[in-house]
């Protein structure tokens, strides 16, 4: 089992920053892949960025955080982190961390994110 527990969530100004984390405990070291999700209402979940746990830590974005989101890591804390710049209101969705084993997706309560304009 991995248990994953979100924080940084709020209430934040189009054009403004926040700072999401997700600290993982259990199983962890049968984690591959670590991500952040979002959930905004009537629509479904859907990817925002993901990110390796190998050394090469490599990454994945929604075309639509490109160059505003950055995911990142430290392996040390069993911690990701999505660091969220320029947000816009269409940002606005409860964010789900993820961590991927071998066969099974493991996922967090979530966090809410709020963009307004």
């Known amino acids: 089992q991995v248990q994953l527990v979100e924080s940084g969530g709020g209430l934040v100004q189009a054009g403004g920053s926040l700072r999401l984390s997700c600290a993982a405990s259990?199983?962890?070291?049968?984690?591959?892949?670590r991500g952040w999700y979002r959930q905004a209402p009537g629509k479904q979940r859907e990817l925002v960025a993901t990110i390796t746990r190998g050394g090469s830590a490599n990454t994945n974005y929604a075309d639509s955080v490109k160059g505003r989101f950055t995911i990142s890591r430290d392996n040390d804390k069993n911690t990701v982190y999505l660091q969220m710049n320029n947000l816009k209101p269409e940002d606005t969705a409860t964010y789900y961390c993820?961590?991927?084993?071998?066969?099974?997706?493991?996922w967090g309560k979530g966090t809410l994110v709020t963009v307004s304009s």
């Open positions: 259990g199983r962890i070291f049968s984690i591959t892949t």
């Open positions: 993820n961590a991927e084993t071998y066969g099974i997706n493991y």
